[in-house]
């Protein structure tokens, strides 16, 4: 079965830090594009950022460059989101998300039709 499930969310004070894991089962990482997605309450859902586990490359929306950071462990078939310096509106559920391609990621890589999609964790930053 597959499955992909997130975790390391949780409550942190603007300024703070947290790293959110997505960790797949049921398929290899070796050629997909892992997103993340964010949905605040009353929100569209927002694509925040992507990485291509074939080639390495990412992108990241501009509300969250330079202080998120996506990173892939293939041996792990885990991708990582590092969330620094957090802002009260980064709160909302976060979702990591697979589809299978070589393709290199960019700004419509959080566009592209998701096979896989985790559970969600909340993330929640107090002012």
């Known amino acids: 079965e597959v499955q992909l499930v997130e975790s390391g969310g949780g409550l942190v004070q603007a300024g703070g830090s947290l790293r959110l894991s997505c960790a797949a089962f049921?398929?290899?990482?070796?050629?997909?594009?892992i997103a993340w997605f964010r949905q605040a309450p009353g929100k569209e859902r927002e694509g925040v950022s992507c990485?291509?586990?074939?080639?390495?490359?990412?992108y990241y929306a501009d509300s969250v460059k330079g202080r998120f950071t996506i990173s892939s462990d293939n041996a792990k078939n885990t991708v990582y989101l590092q969330m620094n310096s957090l802002k009260p509106e980064d709160t909302a559920v976060y979702y990591c998300?697979?589809?299978?391609?070589?393709?290199?990621?960019?700004?419509?890589?959080?566009?592209?039709?998701?096979?896989?999609w985790g559970q969600g964790t909340q993330v929640t930053v107090s002012s």
């Open positions: 049921g398929f290899t990482f070796d050629a997909y594009a």
């Open positions: 990485i291509s586990t074939s080639d390495g490359s990412t």
């Open positions: 998300a697979a589809v299978r391609t070589r393709l290199r990621v960019g700004p419509r890589s959080t566009g592209w039709v998701y096979e896989y």
